[in-house]
T-cell receptor, first 119, second 112 residues
Framework: GAGVSQSPSNKVTEKGKDVELRCDPISGHTALYWYRQSLGQGLEFLIY????????KSGLPSDRFSAERTGGSVSTLTIQRTQQEDSAVYLC?????????????????FGPGTRLTVL | AQTVTQSQPEMSVQEAETVTLSCTYD???????LFWYKQPPSRQMILVIRQEAYKQQNATENRFSVNFQKAAKSFSLKISDSQLGDTAMYFCAFMKPWGIIFGKGTRLHILP
């Protein structure tokens, strides 16, 4: 597609259940990013993929969060045993070449996000 | 640690007026990028403008321009001839090697 797509657009789940969020980056983009935006807060960086590998997972808020990317394209963010504080909009972004050390960077394009509500 | 501060949680201006959104940041790095993102009610994040820290010239995109003061670590966004479609949350962002740090946003209302 022309842009980053995410599914589902909305997800309501019960506390304790697992959820999977999907991100389809722009075709040809090697870098993929996951962010979270809680109500009233700024965006929080979660994880970054360069190809299929994730150089930095330090943004993941707990070990209940995991992410994978296969084939250098689609990525899934999995939240196990969801808690109410996990309720947020989860945003995915992709960029053509990704990030490198020293601050060089590439423009990121965001998807529409998945609104997760944990009851 | 890097931080990004947007001191104006909410602003309202009349259509066609000029408005400036402030952003300050703190970093010890010399090479970095700064961004302004717009998030309209539809929630999709849209890149408005970006600035490379090594460039002294302020970035401009049509009605949007920035006032980048590197020594002061200030990166304000000016919207000229504001339009109703400019109503949105605006996020200032600082790019670090492994991700972006965002400010908490400024909610901008353009009034008819």
């Amino acid at each position: 597609g022309a842009g980053v797509s995410q599914s589902p657009s909305n997800k309501v789940t019960e506390k304790g259940k697992d959820v999977e969020l999907r991100c389809d980056p722009i075709s040809g983009h090697t870098a993929l990013y996951w962010y979270r935006q809680s109500l009233g807060q700024g965006l929080e960086f979660l994880i970054y993929f360069q190809g299929n590998s994730a150089p930095d997972k330090s943004g993941l808020p707990s070990d209940r969060f995991s992410a994978e990317r296969t084939g250098g394209s689609v990525s899934t963010l999995t939240i196990q045993r969801t808690q109410q504080e996990d309720s947020a909009v989860y945003l995915c972004a992709s960029s053509l070449t990704g990030l490198a050390g020293g601050g060089s960077t590439d423009t990121q394009y965001f998807g529409p996000g998945t609104r997760l509500t944990v009851l | 640690a890097q931080t990004v501060t947007q001191s104006q949680p909410e602003m309202s201006v009349q259509e066609a007026e000029t408005v400036t959104l402030s952003c300050t940041y703190d970093t010890s790095e010399n090479n970095y990028y700064l961004f302004w993102y717009k998030q309209p009610p539809s929630r999709q994040m849209i890149l408005v403008i970006r600035q490379e820290a090594y460039k002294q010239q302020n970035a401009t995109e049509n009605r949007f321009s920035v006032n980048f003061q590197k020594a002061a670590k200030s990166f304000s966004l000016k919207i000229s001839d504001s339009q109703l479609g400019d109503t949105a949350m605006y996020f200032c962002a600082f790019m670090k090697p492994w991700g972006i740090i965002f400010g908490k946003g400024t909610r901008l209302h353009i009034l008819p």
